[in-house]
């Protein structure tokens, strides 16, 4: 079945840049969408198709794909952006949603 | 404002049945196809089931293939999760999530409900 890794933690310090990495061997060119979950609430949608922002998300927070890895990257982190962070994708092979491992970013 | 409010949830022993509901605000209903997605305690988001616009197309996650049921009422605005012969693996909350377009393959989850939660055990 289809699993998308994701490293389980990220640390970065405030101000900085914080990049997420999604991957699969057979990713190639399906679309990546990404989630934020903070703890005891819902997960919200950052960044759809690749890199698509809703217009409700922060700018700083962007999204790139090349080749079987999909990135997230927050710019300029606030202590606000610590949260777990799912990739997701459709599988049109075996016609399923897939969510990522998860990453858990720590704002130092 | 586009809501999603599920309800339905509870204990239930193994073996026994359930069924969720989640009534839609804020959107035309019919025109969106809709998810569930649960998330067992300390995990991440596990897709369950997706449902598209008009009902007619169903995919399912093979963890609850043959034992979840998911349909929905349009002139209630209302989708529906039925499950049968629970496991405690399937312990979680549950969240139906909106699906921007008539399909329900291919895309993302841009709105979701607060969840309601489902413990199997005896």
């Known amino acids: 079945s289809y699993i998308l890794a994701q490293p389980p933690s990220v640390s970065v310090a405030p101000g900085e840049t914080a990049r997420i990495t999604c991957g699969e061997s057979?990713?190639?060119?399906?679309?990546v969408h990404w989630y934020q979950q903070k703890p005891g609430q819902t997960p919200v949608l950052v960044i759809f198709?690749?890199?698509s922002r809703p217009s409700e998300i922060p700018e700083r927070f962007s999204g790139s794909h090349s080749g079987n890895t999909a990135t997230l990257i927050i710019s300029g982190v606030e202590a606000e952006d610590e949260a777990d962070y799912y990739c997701?994708?459709?599988?049109?092979?075996?016609?399923?949603?897939?969510f990522g491992t998860g990453t858990q970013v720590t704002v130092l | 404002e586009v809501q999603l409010v599920e309800s339905g949830g509870g204990l239930v022993q193994p073996g026994g049945s359930l069924r969720l509901s989640c009534a839609v605000s804020?959107?035309?209903?019919?025109?969106?196809?809709v998810s569930w997605v649960r998330q067992a305690p300390g995990k991440g988001p596990e897709w369950v089931a997706a449902?598209?616009?008009?009902?007619?197309?169903?995919y399912y996650a093979d963890p609850v293939e043959g034992r979840f049921t998911v349909s929905r009422d349009n002139f209630k605005d209302t989708l529906y999760l039925q499950m049968n012969d629970l496991r405690a693996e399937d312990t979680a909350i549950y969240y139906c999530?909106?699906?921007?377009?008539?399909?329900?393959?291919?895309?993302?989850?841009?709105?979701w409900g607060q969840g309601t939660p489902v413990t199997v055990s005896s």
């Open positions: 999530a909106r699906i921007p377009g008539f399909s329900s393959s291919g895309y993302y989850f841009d709105f």
């Open positions: 804020g959107f035309t209903f019919r025109s969106y196809a």
């Open positions: 449902i598209s616009g008009s009902g007619a197309t169903i």
């Open positions: 057979n990713m190639g060119s399906k679309t």
């Open positions: 198709h690749d890199s």
């Open positions: 997701q994708l459709w599988d049109a092979d075996a016609d399923h949603y897939v």
